[in-house]
C-alpha cells in the first residue's frame, strides 16, 4: 500500500494544495515560509494528535480567515448550503492484490477489483448551524465588550480576531472518515463516507507517521562534530550500542 496524492486546503499557506507522491521516494524543495513544514505539521495534527484543541486561529489559511471573520461579523444569517468549511486533509491510499488487506478491509468503500483506492478525509470544520451560533456568541460577546469600555473608557476593545481565538474550538468539530472513491467519474464522492470515529476505526495499523522538527541550536554544546543537539544524542546512542557489542 502506499499514499499516492496528499490535498489539502485552508491550511497555513496551503490554502488548495494538492501533491503526488513517487513509488519510492519524494523529496519536497522550496525556499523558506513557502509551506513546506505545514505538510508534515497537518500530518501529525490530525493522524497523530486527533483532538480539535491541537488547531489554533494562526493554523487557518489568511484568506479563509479573512472569509470566516466575515461571516460572523455579518448580521443576516448564514447560509451554506449544507457544506462545511475549514481545514481538509485528503489521503489517497493505493493498494494491490500482493498486499495484505485486512488492515483496511473496514475502509473499503468499494468491493469491484477495478476499484483498488481508499481516501481517508480529516477534517476540521464548521457547518451552518454552527456558524449561526457562532455569529450569535459573537454579537454578545462584542456588545460585553462595548461595556467594558462604558465602564473603563481607557479599556481597549477585543476585536473578532480575538474572539476567533478564544472561541473557535467551540464550534468547529474535529472528524475522521473513509471516503469513496468513484472510478467512473475519477472523483471523490463526500456524501458517500464511513465515519471512523463512530465506527471505532483505527488506522495505526494502517499509517505510522513520525514527525521530528529540523530547528538546531545555533551553539552546538554536545559536539563539534554533528549538526544539532538531535542527531548529537542519536550518534551518542550509537556509539553506545557498539560498545556493548564489542564488550
Known amino acids: 500500500m502506499k499514499i499516492k496524492k496528499v490535498n489539502i486546503k485552508n491550511y497555513r499557506l496551503l490554502k488548495d494544495f ?14 523558506n515560509n513557502t509551506g513546506k513544514t505545514s505538510i508534515l505539521t ?10 480539535k484543541k491541537s488547531f489554533a486561529i494562526e493554523d487557518f489559511n489568511l484568506d479563509f480567515r479573512k472569509e470566516l471573520n466575515k461571516l460572523i461579523t455579518q448580521q443576516e444569517p448564514n447560509n451554506l448550503e449544507k457544506k462545511k468549511i475549514g481545514i481538509q486533509l485528503r489521503l489517497e491510499i493505493e493498494y494491490t492484490e500482493a498486499d495484505d488487506l485486512s488492515n483496511i478491509n473496514r475502509l473499503m468503500m468499494d468491493l ?6 481508499i ?3 480529516f477534517d476540521y470544520v464548521i457547518g451552518n448551524d454552527e456558524l449561526n451560533k457562532m455569529a450569535e456568541t459573537y454579537l454578545e460577546f462584542q456588545e460585553n465588550e462595548k461595556q467594558k469600555k462604558v465602564v473603563k473608557p481607557s479599556y481597549e476593545e477585543k476585536t473578532s480576531d480575538d474572539f476567533l481565538k478564544d472561541y473557535q474550538a467551540d464550534f468547529f468539530n474535529f472528524s475522521k472518515k473513509s ?8 472523483a471523490i464522492n463526500e456524501e458517500n463516507y464511513i465515519d471512523l470515529e463512530k465506527e471505532k476505526i483505527s488506522l495505526r495499523n494502517i499509517i505510522n507517521f513520525k514527525f521530528i522538527s529540523a530547528k538546531r541550536e545555533v551553539s552546538n554544546k554536545d559536539t563539534d562534530s554533528t549538526l544539532s543537539t538531535q542527531t548529537s ?3 551518542k546512542q550509537s556509539e553506545s550500542s557498539d560498545d556493548k ?3
Open 18 to 31: 494538492e501533491l503526488e507522491l513517487e513509488d519510492n521516494l519524494s523529496l519536497i524543495i522550496g525556499k
Open 233 to 235: 544524542k542519536i550518534y
Open 112 to 117: 469491484s477489483p477495478d476499484n483498488n483506492r
Open 42 to 51: 497537518l500530518l501529525d495534527k490530525f493522524l497523530n494528535k486527533s483532538d
Open 245 to 247: 557489542q564489542e564488550a
Open 119 to 121: 481516501i481517508l478525509g
Open 179 to 186: 471516503i469513496q472513491y468513484d472510478t467512473e467519474t475519477d
